[in-house]
């Protein structure tokens, strides 16, 4: 049995998988965030060092705190607080970590995100892409900041009754309240998408996209908005989620389900050594298949998953988060970046940064 209510990244999928509403505006569990990996920028603990860390992120020399949703992006991160304000930390240059380019420190930055100059307030979502950020706020409407280079910065004005955001490496999509989704960037959505419940935007140049149907199937589509085959025998999927060239889906069952670039074991576990290194089928460590899982997330070439009991599983790159800090426990949410992880935990033991 998946307990949802452990887990804010994971989308409650309410009335009849009608309206899936993220769980932070829901009362989630809040804590602390602990990174790990590549660390070069802060993107992982908030203060940057030569190579991998390994801490509870901190800002200005304080932990963060009161976290209820955490997202990864290529070098940069957002924590949602419950408050419904929202942290940045990592690569700045383009703003996309704080929303403002710190002159004194343009490559790296943290603190409380601000757009327009404003504090970001009411914020029930946020989504970390490449050089951009999402924020779903409380009003159904999307706020974006970061890079103008690629994906686009121009939230379509006529974009309202959003329930779920996803920041690309090249597009942004938008789920809306009536099933339907919204992209900008490229590539666009295939057109007629309905009955939609959850989106993923591809991470890499060449990633895919994905939509999970309220039936519990998956659309995917291409770089170049071409319409892809999931694999045979996909259902019961109730969440979704893309990696550099791999996607993930989690199914109702609580088993995950992984197909693509498998070099690395990113999509199932075990390594495929014969080109064109890609698989498909659940994903299995030691010879066992993955179960109890509740939250999954894709990284550059490795996946993340989290367990019913709060454990965090990682498998793929070994040069990707190393493994699992061994004193990791308690997670209620995980994300994946390029080459670092971060988890919100309820555990209160301190924990010393490790570079």
């Not at 801490?55 to 209820?68: E, K, N, R």
């Not at 409380?138 to 974009?159: F, H």
């Not at 309240?177 to 490229?186: E, I, K, P, Y």
């Not at 993340?304 to 949410?333: F, I, M, Q, Y």
Request: aromatic content about 6%; some cysteine; proline content about 6%.
């Amino acid at each position: 049995m998946i307990d949802r209510m452990k887990t804010p990244l994971i989308l409650l999928v309410v009335a009849a998988l009608e309206v899936p509403v993220p769980l932070a505006v829901l009362g989630s569990p809040s804590g602390k965030v602990l990174g790990w990996g590549s660390n070069t920028g802060g993107q992982a603990t908030g203060i940057p060092s030569s190579g991998q860390a390994t801490g509870f992120v901190q800002i200005a020399s304080q932990p963060l705190t009161d976290i209820v949703a955490v997202t990864a992006g290529r070098s940069h991160s957002l924590a949602l607080r419950s408050d419904g304000t929202v942290s940045g930390w990592g690569f700045n240059p383009f703003g996309q970590a704080t929303g403002l380019i710190d002159e004194r420190s343009p490559e790296v930055a943290s603190g409380p995100v601000r757009v327009g100059g404003q504090m970001l307030r009411g914020v029930a979502a946020v989504s970390a892409g490449d050089n951009i950020s999402l924020a779903l706020l409380s009003n159904a409407t999307v706020v974006a900041w970061g890079s103008n280079l690629r994906q686009g910065l121009d939230v379509p004005l006529e974009l309202t009754n959003a329930v779920a955001i996803a920041a690309g490496w090249t597009h942004c999509l938008a789920l809306k309240r009536d099933g339907t989704v919204t992209g900008w960037g490229s590539p666009a959505p295939p057109p007629g998408l309905s009955n939609i419940v959850a989106v993923a935007a591809g991470r890499s140049w060449y990633a895919n996209s994905l939509a999970l149907k309220s039936d519990g199937t998956v659309i995917e589509w291409g770089p170049n908005g071409e319409l892809s085959t999931s694999p045979s025998g996909l259902s019961n999927v109730v969440a979704v989620s893309v990696g550099a060239n791999f996607s993930l889906a989690l199914r109702k069952d609580g088993t995950v389900f992984g197909w693509g670039g498998n070099g690395s074991g990113q999509a199932t576990g075990t390594p495929t050594t014969n080109s064109p290194y890609w698989a498909a089928s659940t994903v299995e460590l030691g010879g066992h298949a993955l179960t109890n899982i509740v939250a999954i997330a894709a990284g550059g070439e490795y996946g993340l998953a989290l367990k019913e009991d709060g454990e965090v599983v990682v498998w793929g790159d070994p040069r990707s988060c190393k493994g699992v800090p061994s004193r990791l426990t308690n997670a209620v949410a995980i994300s994946a970046g390029g080459d670092y992880c971060l988890a919100i935990t309820t555990n209160t033991v301190p924990f010393v940064h490790k570079r």
